[in-house]
């Protein structure tokens, strides 16, 4: 049973978004997927139009130990997709896990005891993935997560600042490993919010693909508006929309993912990833401070340079269906 924390200190780059879609993606491939929302804002939980009433199970009560994940679950209605989903409870919970011991572990034993039991009774795992979305933080909920996952994947937006945030999160990553999980790796990163048209975004995502060699997913998550409105509907993409470019990236997104459990580890890749320095802030400032080319020939060279090098779907306006 792969275990995946989706992870960034930053805000609005994508992390919940790419959870439910991702996780959409993968069980309409056939995979079981368990998605664990771990964010007090509960946006993942609204995205799929679950709500948690007053002494519910939910990713709180399962911190606080008054249910379990499988007491905890939420069926959708994608096959296969479940959810623990969280209420406005969990807002709370840093502060009480703060008086527990081995309160950083609290995650991780529980989605132990979800595994055993389910090895138990069927001799199988309850579910293929167990991905995780964190809040925008690197508090006690986001190192429940890590310490519960196996694998990081950082949902990160094409921008110069997002970027910048690498270095802290991949250390952050780095002292986990080192003191509380070691077996945790980054096995992904995920470029989101993509706009070709955009030099900047171009350059950020080739400077990625540089420094993280092999770790930058093929697919980068194009800027499409319906992504922006499924969660209003309460549906994946695949339900609100399943014709758009964000349904498709999200697909392709998802052959990646189970085509690594294939591809062989190259050992000591993921500790190059953690120590790994972002670009240098000169680079990218030059690039941002370039004087910007016309809107159609910026567009027009995106789409013809950026499909073939970076493996990106051109993105022909903002408010593309």
């Known amino acids: 049973m792969r275990r995946i924390c989706v992870l960034n200190q930053k805000g609005g780059v994508g992390k919940t978004t790419t959870t439910v879609n991702l996780g959409a993606a993968l069980a309409r491939a056939g995979r079981r997927v368990v998605l664990v929302d771990l964010d007090p804002q509960g946006n993942l939980s609204t995205h799929l139009s679950l709500e948690v009433g007053e002494d519910e199970p939910s990713s709180y009560s399962v911190l606080v130990g008054e249910h379990s994940i499988e007491q905890a679950l939420r069926r959708t209605s994608i096959r296969g997709l479940s ?23 609290v995650m991780k034993r529980a989605v132990d005891a979800f595994e055993n039991e389910s090895y138990g009774r069927t001799g199988a795992p309850p579910a293929e993935y167990v991905i995780f979305d964190c809040p925008p933080s690197l508090g006690l909920l986001s190192l429940n997560a890590l310490v519960a996952s196996r694998e990081v994947f950082v949902a990160l937006q094409t921008e110069f600042l997002a970027l910048q945030g690498m270095t802290r999160l991949l250390e952050v990553v780095r002292l986990v490993k080192q003191n509380l999980n070691p077996d945790l790796k980054v096995t992904g990163i995920v470029p989101c919010l993509y706009d070709n048209r955009l030099r900047l975004a171009r350059e950020v995502l080739t400077e990625l693909r ?3 060699p092999g770790h930058v997913f093929r697919r980068a998550i194009g800027t499409t508006v319906k992504l922006a409105e ?19 990236d999200y697909a392709e997104l998802a052959e990646e993912v189970v085509a690594q459990e294939k591809r062989p580890v ?15 802030a000169d680079a990218l400032a030059n690039a941002a401070a370039r004087p910007a080319a016309s809107p159609v020939t910026s567009a027009g060279a995106a789409t013809s340079t950026t499909a073939s090098t970076q493996g990106a779907a051109p993105v022909a306006d903002p408010a593309r269906s």
């Open 83 to 105: 959810v623990v989903p969280t209420g406005i409870d969990l807002s709370g919970a840093e502060m009480e896990l703060a008086t527990l011991e081995q309160r950083e572990s």
């Open 210 to 212: 540089s420094f993280f």
């Open 230 to 248: 499924a969660p209003s509907f309460g549906q994946s993409i695949f339900e609100y929309a399943p014709d758009c470019s964000g349904a498709r």
């Open 266 to 280: 190259t050992r000591g890749a993921e500790e190059g990833l953690l120590v790994a320095e972002p670009p240098k």
